[in-house]
């Protein structure tokens, strides 16, 4: 039996509004077609002893700027090799303040530079007012497998993210990137960054089946496509979102 190999980054310290659910949900949406899955967790100083090139997902929550900070040094010691996993086509998942940590810097609201990994052009800058946050319920419309697809979540950022390429998705109801933004996250075929906490997994089935999907099927023959679970709850809270936030008065 197939079994998903995961490594979730600084659990401890990057779990803003249940974002370590977002790997409770893969396990689970694995269990329930037959799979496994084992789940490393990585905290400050396992940079030596990890292999990041034998996962099949690479996974970080969001944090506080407090946070970021404490763990931005061993994140950069592991630059080379996680570097190597993202173009080898490990997955690479992240939530808001990992996403700001992977790409060229994060300015914090404190104004402190905190160096990312560069893996990717955008930066990300924060108001040094701290009441100046994106908060709130944001709704985006991403392409899944070549189909257009709702993703719903919470958004709770000081941060505005500039210079991305290739964004997630585009904003139908929230800020996204920055106050009042059109685009949302930044994806590539094995890259989703995004600032939708939810946990994003548990709102989004599609999505979570989508991630799982790649990582099953990389180093296969053929792709590798999961039979439908029952979602009908999910779908249920999905249209009562909806209904609330995607009203012609509230719509961008
Ligand atoms: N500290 C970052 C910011 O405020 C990230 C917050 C988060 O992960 N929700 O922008």
């Keep these: 039996m197939q079994k998903l190999k995961i490594l979730h980054m600084y659990p401890n310290m990057l779990d803003l509004y249940g974002d370590s659910g977002n790997m409770e949900l893969i396990s689970y949406r694995l269990k329930k077609r037959g799979y496994s899955s084992e789940i490393t967790k990585y905290t400050i100083g396992d940079g030596a002893k990890t292999d990041f090139s034998s996962f099949d ?24 090799k996680i570097k190597k996993a993202y173009n080898e086509g490990v997955f690479m998942l992240m939530i808001c303040g990992g996403y700001q940590l992977m790409g060229q810097y994060y300015k914090d ?11 990717f052009d955008y930066y990300t800058v924060a108001s040094t007012n701290k ?9 985006i419309e991403a392409d899944i497998d070549g189909e257009k697809y709702k993703v719903i979540g919470f958004e709770n950022h000081g941060g505005m993210t500039d210079n991305v390429k290739t964004p997630f998705g585009k904003v139908l109801f929230g800020n996204g990137n920055k106050f009042g933004s059109d685009t949302e996250g930044y994806t590539e075929k094995n890259v989703i960054a995004t600032y939708l906490h939810g946990p994003l997994l548990s709102k989004n089935p599609k999505l979570a089946d989508h991630i799982i999907e790649y990582c099953l099927s990389r180093g296969q023959g053929s792709p590798v496509k999961l039979p439908p679970i029952n979602d009908e709850l999910e779908e249920k809270c999905r249209e009562v979102m909806f209904g609330r936030l995607l009203t012609d008065d509230k719509k961008k």
């Design 57 to 80: 997902l690479i996974y970080l929550g969001g944090g506080a700027d407090f946070e970021q900070q404490l763990l931005a040094d061993d994140l950069l010691s592991c630059k080379d």
């Design 109 to 119: 609201s404190n104004d402190k530079k905190i160096p990312g990994l560069g893996l």
């Design 131 to 139: 009441r100046e946050r994106c908060i709130g319920n944001i709704v």
